[in-house]
Every structure is written in C-alpha cells, then in structure tokens.
C-alpha cells in the first residue's frame, strides 16, 4: 500500500535562509507526487507535482523538489525563505486509480 | 471556473441530529474525494468516486458516515446520528481520472458538534 512519511511536523527557518522540507514514499508502482501547501483557514493548494518526466520539479513561489527514486524521496525546497512562506506543506502520492495518499503535514515557522 | 464548491463553510450542531456537506466538483472532472482533517489525525481520506460510483469506502469511520454522488456535479457526505468527535474540517478535491494530475480542493466545511 502506497504511504507517505514526512520528517519533522515542525520546522522553523530564519528569513532568507534555505527551506528543506523532507518527504519519503512507499509505493508498489512508481507513483505520481506531489508537494501541497495550507494557509490557515484555507483549501489546499498545488505547488509542484512530479509525474515520471523531469526528476527535478519546479513549482509555485520558488519552490522545487527532486524526486530520488533511490532513497524514495520528494524533498521540497526553496533557496530563500520569505514570511509569506509560513504555512503548513502536505506531500502526497497517488497510484492508479487516482487515490491520493497525504502525509501528516509540517509546519513552517519564517522568524524575522 | 469557480473551482470546486463547498457549503456550508461552517456547520455548527448539537450532538445527534443529522449533518449533510455538499461539494459541487470542478466542471469535466470525474473523480471526487472526501477528506477529514483534525489536529489528531491530520489529513484522512474519507471515500472516492471515480465516474460517480464509489471505490473506496475503507476510510469512512463508521455507519454513521454515507456519501453519495446522484450525478457528476454533485456530492454529499452525511453524518447521522453526530457526535462531538466528528468535529473536524471535511474538505472535498475533485481531479480528472484520465490524467492522474492533481487534485483541486474546496474551501473546506468546519463543522463542530457540541
């Protein structure tokens, strides 16, 4: 069964310094992923999603990600944290048939 | 386009009486979710209709949870009898089966039981 695990339910970063968000996938096919993120109060919202074509996956505000089959990885990152970052961010992997998997969420705190 | 369409936005009600949400998908989309969302137990995925027919149920909690979707615009997840436990976030997401991309999600009915 596919599954998500995302390290750290909270991360806090400095302004302008590098955000590394971390994600690792279990799947019995290889699967399709993707990065979402959470304002408070809101839907989710796509910032980036990985379907099998380039590994390294450019998405919304600066965001990227590099898919590692290897380590079974989908880490997010962005050079240069901003306030407006400061969100909770969901990966999510989806199989055949559309089912899309969420891991547990990690908040981002931005400090000025 | 609106996007995908949630109401209420806020439900509030007393413990057993019945509660429906209602989504209206993403106009030419043909698979929808329902997820809950808690503090606990982060984000859950309720049921899934591909084509409006249900193909996985294994998330809904119990038989209090039905979900229905008469036709390709239209869905509705009920609660009946509510329990204070059932206080959570239930967003829709709806996403076309032919190009396994992303789901869209809805604003998110906040519903609280006391």
């Known amino acids: 069964a596919q599954s998500v695990t995302q390290l750290g339910s909270h991360v806090s970063v400095s302004e302008g310094a590098l955000v590394l968000l971390r994600c690792n996938y279990s799947?019995?096919?290889?699967?399709?992923l993707f990065w979402y993120v959470q304002y408070p109060n809101q839907g989710l919202q796509l910032l980036l999603k990985?379907?099998?074509?380039?590994?390294l996956v450019k998405g919304i505000n600066g965001f990227e990600a590099e898919f590692k089959k290897s380590e079974t990885s989908f880490h997010l990152t962005k050079p240069s944290a901003h306030m407006s970052d400061a969100a909770e961010y969901f990966c999510?992997?989806?199989?055949?048939?559309?089912?899309?998997?969420f891991g547990a969420g990690t908040i981002l705190r931005v400090k000025s | 386009d609106a996007g995908v369409i949630q109401s209420p936005r806020h439900e509030v009600t007393e413990m057993g009486q019945e509660v429906t949400l209602r989504c209206k998908p993403i106009?030419?989309?043909?698979?929808l979710f329902w997820y809950r969302q808690t503090m606990m137990r982060g984000l859950e995925l309720l049921i899934y209709?591909?084509?409006?027919?249900?193909?996985?149920d294994s998330g809904m909690p119990e038989d209090r949870f039905s979900a229905k979707m008469p036709n390709a615009s239209f869905s509705t997840l009920k609660i009946q009898p509510s329990e204070p436990r059932d206080s959570a976030v239930y967003f829709c997401?709806?996403?076309?089966?032919?190009?396994?991309?992303?789901?869209?999600f809805g604003q998110g009915t906040r519903l609280t039981v006391v």
């Open positions: 997401a709806s996403t076309r089966l032919d190009r396994r991309t992303e789901a869209f």
């Open positions: 799947s019995s096919v290889p699967p399709y």
């Open positions: 990985y379907t099998s074509a380039a590994t």
């Open positions: 999510a992997v989806a199989e055949y048939g559309n089912k899309l998997v």
């Open positions: 106009s030419g989309h043909n698979s």
């Open positions: 209709f591909n084509n409006n027919v249900p193909i996985d």
